[in-house]
């Protein structure tokens, strides 16, 4: 496709703090410093590979509140010539199990969500090391620099990632290493005001050293080993050492002449998959883009889908395949389940019948990389290993404890993957490569995957348009929340549906962030489209 005929309506109909940029390779993030780093390795020479680990290197250290060196990270690949999927997520320390949990704290129905006992074993660091061996070109540990760099100097904390650091600081100072770390002068850092972070800089080059092997072997691995054990917690030398990578095919499900691609279960990805085949049964450019009848469909659609997910997916042993989930006969059978005049809380189907950062980046040689990596909750399990500034994920919290439990294959257990919200996507039309996109936040990001396809495949716009239009969030039963921006018109055209309508003005976690780049045609020549989230402190960059 070429440049100069655009698949998109011009113009942005929405007020937006960005403005779409065009360039031959791209970076796209939620932190300046970020974007920068990835340029900076293809200035060297490097690919979009080296971008993205780069630029996810660098974001563990400036955006703390939503990753870090102790996150999990998913990726899907286009080389050039084939999309690869990469699950690099941890699994459960061998001591879990259902038992360990109510002995320690009760019939609950879930692990904790904060403390030693949220954390399952970190993956990013081994997702950047599988990248970069397999389709990286510049040394691993050249990759790690620009991280290492911003954290021993410093940086000064913008404004959005300031908001949650505070907000998240009261409940969390008492976690151990978290105070430490994370409240240098006792409290969270203002808007502005210097960061330095060298215990993080010391773990950057001692993982860039020994291409991830003191994270996963090494000194790494045993002072956050006998951290955790040192405050309760039974995660092991033998777990990390045990983790490894999958590479994975990317489902895939067509969608307006296009096919999105998700990494397989247990992630949510699907969801989007689900809620858009349901929504290929409507004939949803008919109707105004913010208008109350599309923004409805597209509401019962996302809580149909949801109502699957969360009954079925986990990552082994589900009742139900992804293709029976996604079969067209019975996405359209939950489609007849929608009432255009009213709101529904649905249930699950039988299929058998029928804290996140999210980046981007792209070469001139048309590999694109869609990459996530997260905390989970804001700073993860709120434990920070001090002397290497490892802040650790709480993904266990994913799990279910309750052996009746109708999602069995979600028990917790040892060495088991808890079910995970972060999900990189991308977009293929005819088996080429459209465009690679995330948007990040706990499970507004199938919602906001499908709520941002939809703008651009039904109503043509651009990515940067869909980026800035209001979004929704679908929550509990006819539960939802609506941003501030959206028409007043169309909120109270929802309530009379019956939908039960929260306004929200706070963006950063309720409804996402995401980056987009859109191959334009041949990347050497008409380049690519590239936008970021005006939700977060982003940027956009290409050369």
């Given at each position: 496709?070429?440049?100069?005929s655009s698949p998109f309506t011009p113009g942005?109909?929405?007020?937006?703090?960005?403005?779409?940029?065009?360039?031959?390779?791209?970076?796209?993030?939620?932190?300046?410093?970020?974007?920068?780093?990835?340029?900076?390795?293809?200035?060297?020479?490097?690919?979009?590979?080296?971008?993205?680990?780069?630029?996810?290197?660098?974001?563990?250290?400036?955006?703390?509140?939503?990753?870090?060196?102790?996150?999990?990270?998913?990726?899907?690949?286009?080389?050039?010539?084939?999309?690869?999927?990469?699950?690099?997520?941890?699994?459960?320390?061998?001591?879990?199990?259902?038992?360990?949990?109510h002995q320690r704290y009760g019939r609950q129905?879930?692990?904790?969500?904060?403390?030693?006992?949220?954390?399952?074993?970190?993956?990013?660091?081994?997702?950047?090391?599988?990248?970069?061996?397999?389709?990286?070109?510049?040394?691993?540990?050249?990759?790690?620099?620009?991280?290492?760099?911003?954290?021993?100097?410093?940086?000064?904390?913008?404004?959005?990632?300031?908001?949650?650091?505070?907000?998240?600081?009261?409940?969390?100072?008492?976690?151990?290493?978290?105070?430490?770390?994370?409240?240098?002068?006792?409290?969270?850092?203002?808007?502005?005001?210097?960061?330095?972070?060298?215990?993080?800089?010391?773990?950057?080059?001692?993982?860039?050293?020994?291409?991830?092997?003191?994270?996963?072997?090494?000194?790494?691995?045993?002072?956050?080993?006998?951290?955790?054990?040192?405050?309760?917690?039974?995660?092991?030398?033998?777990?990390?050492?045990?983790?490894?990578?999958?590479?994975?095919?990317?489902?895939?499900?067509?969608?307006?002449?296009?096919?999105?691609?998700?990494?397989?279960?247990?992630?949510?990805?699907?969801?989007?998959?689900?809620?858009?085949?349901?929504?290929?049964?409507?004939?949803?450019?008919?109707?105004?883009?913010?208008?109350?009848?599309?923004?409805?469909?597209?509401?019962?659609?996302?809580?149909?889908?949801?109502?699957?997910?969360?009954?079925?997916?986990?990552?082994?042993?589900?009742?139900?395949?992804?293709?029976?989930?996604?079969?067209?006969?019975?996405?359209?059978?939950?489609?007849?389940?929608?009432?255009?005049?009213?709101?529904?809380?649905?249930?699950?189907?039988?299929?058998?019948?029928?804290?996140?950062?999210?980046?981007?980046?792209?070469?001139?040689?048309?590999?694109?990389?869609?990459?996530?990596?997260?905390?989970?909750?804001?700073?993860?399990?709120?434990?920070?290993?001090?002397?290497?500034?490892?802040?650790?994920?709480?993904?266990?919290?994913?799990?279910?404890?309750?052996?009746?439990?109708?999602?069995?294959?979600?028990?917790?257990?040892?060495?088991?993957?808890?079910?995970?919200?972060?999900?990189?996507?991308?977009?293929?039309?005819?088996?080429?490569?459209?465009?690679?996109?995330?948007?990040?936040?706990?499970?507004?990001?199938?919602?906001?995957?499908?709520?941002?396809?939809?703008?651009?495949?039904?109503?043509?716009?651009?990515?940067?348009?869909?980026?800035?239009?209001?979004r929704w969030r679908v929550n509990e039963g006819?539960?939802?929340?609506?941003?501030?921006?959206?028409?007043?018109?169309?909120?109270?055209?929802?309530?009379?549906?019956?939908?039960?309508?929260?306004?929200?003005?706070?963006?950063?976690?309720?409804?996402?962030?995401?980056?987009?780049?859109?191959?334009?045609?041949?990347?050497?020549?008409?380049?690519?489209?590239?936008?970021?989230?005006?939700?977060?402190?982003?940027?956009?960059?290409?050369?």
């Amino acid at each position: 496709m070429h440049a100069s005929s655009s698949p998109f309506t011009p113009g942005n109909p929405y007020d937006s703090r960005r403005v779409p940029v065009f360039a031959r390779n791209a970076v796209s993030t939620s932190h300046p410093l970020a974007a920068q780093a990835g340029l900076r390795m293809l200035w060297a020479g490097g690919n979009a590979v080296d971008a993205a680990i780069a630029a996810a290197a660098a974001m563990t250290i400036v955006e703390p509140v939503s990753n870090g060196l102790g996150s999990d990270a998913f990726c899907i690949l286009w080389d050039g010539k084939e999309l690869h999927g990469l699950n690099a997520s941890g699994r459960a320390p061998q001591g879990w199990a259902p038992e360990y949990f109510h002995q320690r704290y009760g019939r609950q129905d879930k692990p904790p969500r904060r403390g030693v006992d949220s954390i399952t074993v970190p993956g990013a660091v081994s997702a950047w090391v599988a990248l970069n061996e397999r389709f990286g070109k510049l040394p691993f540990d050249a990759l790690m620099e620009p991280a290492a760099e911003i954290a021993e100097r410093g940086y000064l904390v913008p404004p959005v990632v300031q908001q949650k650091w505070a907000a998240g600081a009261p409940e969390l100072q008492s976690q151990p290493g978290f105070r430490e770390s994370f409240l240098p002068r006792g409290r969270a850092p203002e808007v502005g005001e210097l960061f330095c972070f060298p215990a993080a800089a010391r773990a950057l080059r001692a993982i860039g050293a020994t291409r991830g092997k003191a994270f996963y072997e090494g000194e790494i691995a045993r002072a956050v080993t006998s951290f955790v054990q040192q405050h309760g917690g039974c995660l092991g030398m033998a777990d990390m050492a045990a983790h490894e990578v999958q590479w994975v095919q990317p489902l895939a499900k067509d969608y307006r002449g296009h096919t999105l691609h998700e990494i397989p279960p247990g992630g949510q990805g699907i969801a989007a998959q689900i809620a858009l085949g349901i929504l290929s049964n409507f004939d949803l450019a008919s109707l105004p883009v913010d208008g109350v009848a599309s923004q409805h469909l597209q509401i019962e659609a996302m809580k149909l889908a949801f109502a699957d997910i969360y009954r079925y997916v986990a990552d082994a042993d589900m009742e139900v395949t992804p293709a029976q989930m996604l079969d067209d006969a019975y996405l359209a059978s939950r489609a007849r389940l929608i009432d255009p005049r009213r709101a529904q809380d649905f249930k699950a189907g039988n299929p058998v019948r029928g804290g996140t950062i999210y980046l981007t980046a792209a070469d001139e040689n048309g590999m694109m990389v869609s990459f996530i990596q997260s905390n989970f909750s804001g700073f993860g399990s709120g434990v920070v290993e001090p002397t290497f500034g490892i802040s650790l994920q709480n993904r266990g919290h994913g799990f279910g404890t309750d052996p009746q439990h109708p999602n069995r294959a979600n028990l917790v257990g040892p060495g088991k993957r808890p079910f995970h919200t972060i999900i990189p996507a991308f977009l293929t039309r005819d088996g080429q490569p459209v465009m690679s996109f995330g948007v990040m936040g706990g499970n507004m990001q199938p919602q906001g995957h499908m709520q941002t396809v939809v703008r651009m495949l039904d109503y043509r716009q651009s990515p940067q348009a869909a980026c800035d239009a209001p979004r929704w969030r679908v929550n509990e039963g006819l539960a939802i929340n609506v941003e501030g921006g959206m028409d007043p018109t169309t909120i109270a055209g929802l309530q009379a549906l019956g939908h039960q309508v929260e306004v929200i003005h706070d963006p950063y976690q309720d409804f996402g962030a995401g980056q987009f780049i859109w191959r334009m045609g041949d990347p050497a020549v008409e380049g690519y489209q590239i936008a970021s989230d005006p939700r977060r402190d982003g940027l956009a960059a290409g050369y």
